[in-house]
């Protein structure tokens, strides 16, 4: 019995440790071709499979962060030198970002941006202590149990915000009750369902002082799905 129970406890013990390594998320790590404008915390990101397809993810606000002088557009005009996204637990563990899809040279750096979403294809294989998420397809309904996941500025250990959906904007980006609390970094971060499937990304968050309330507006999954079927990467 006594054997059996240090078993037991090995399993756990062992089960909780790997949790704890999992790299549930990630940072920008940008470095351009003028070493000056580099970030290496230009937001947080993660990796998400779709239709068999792996993409990197983070929110196209950072641009305001994670840009040279000359670059007004979302477009690096080929000025940047690497995009990857980073492990803040790990140095040696990190996920090379290729071609950005939604890159478009006439569309300006502003806010708020149409659709918050940078989606890169992946240049390199994925660690395997790196998580891995998937779209969730079904709608979401107003109360359901929500949470986003990012790395505020010099943390390093991943905040997990804990919500629900309360509605919709009228960019039907979702809009969720969170704790008041200092956020930024977090840009990028996945939001999950109670399953953890994403339903959006980190976008706009403040609170609001008059109101005395946080206002926390991810971004949907509208535009993600728009793009990746613009671009003909459906199949």
């Avoid at 078993?7 to 704890?20: E, G, H, Q, R, V």
């Avoid at 790196?130 to 996941?149: D, M, N, Q, S």
Wanted: hydrophobic share 35%; net charge positive; charged share 25%.
């Amino acid at each position: 019995m006594k054997m059996k129970n240090l078993m037991t406890l090995f399993f756990l013990m062992s089960l909780s440790l790997a949790i704890a390594q999992t790299d549930s998320v990630l940072v920008s790590n940008v470095q351009f071709k003028d070493s000056k404008f580099n970030n290496p915390h230009a937001g947080s990101g993660f990796i998400l499979k779709h239709n068999n397809k792996l993409y990197g993810i983070t929110a196209k606000h950072v641009l305001f962060i994670a840009k040279t002088d000359s670059m007004k557009t979302i477009s690096f005009d080929k000025q940047l030198k690497s995009w990857e996204f980073k492990s803040k637990k790990n140095d040696k563990v990190s996920v090379l970002a290729g071609k950005l899809i939604n890159e478009d040279p006439n569309e300006a750096i502003e806010m708020p941006p149409k659709g918050d979403w940078l989606i890169f294809e992946i240049e390199s294989n994925i660690p395997k202590d790196v998580a891995v998420y998937e779209v969730r397809e079904e709608p979401l309904t107003i109360g359901e149990k929500i949470r986003f996941l990012g790395y505020p500025y010099k943390n390093y250990k991943a905040a997990s915000v804990q919500g629900s959906l309360i509605g919709f904007t009228p960019e039907n980006n979702l809009k969720l009750n969170v704790p008041k609390g200092n956020y930024g970094g977090c840009s990028g971060g996945p939001v999950l369902d109670a399953n953890g499937k994403v339903v959006g990304i980190v976008s706009m968050g403040y609170f609001n002082q008059k109101e005395q309330k946080m206002i926390f507006e991810p971004a949907s999954l509208d535009y993600f799905k728009q793009i990746i079927t613009s671009k003909n990467y459906e199949k």
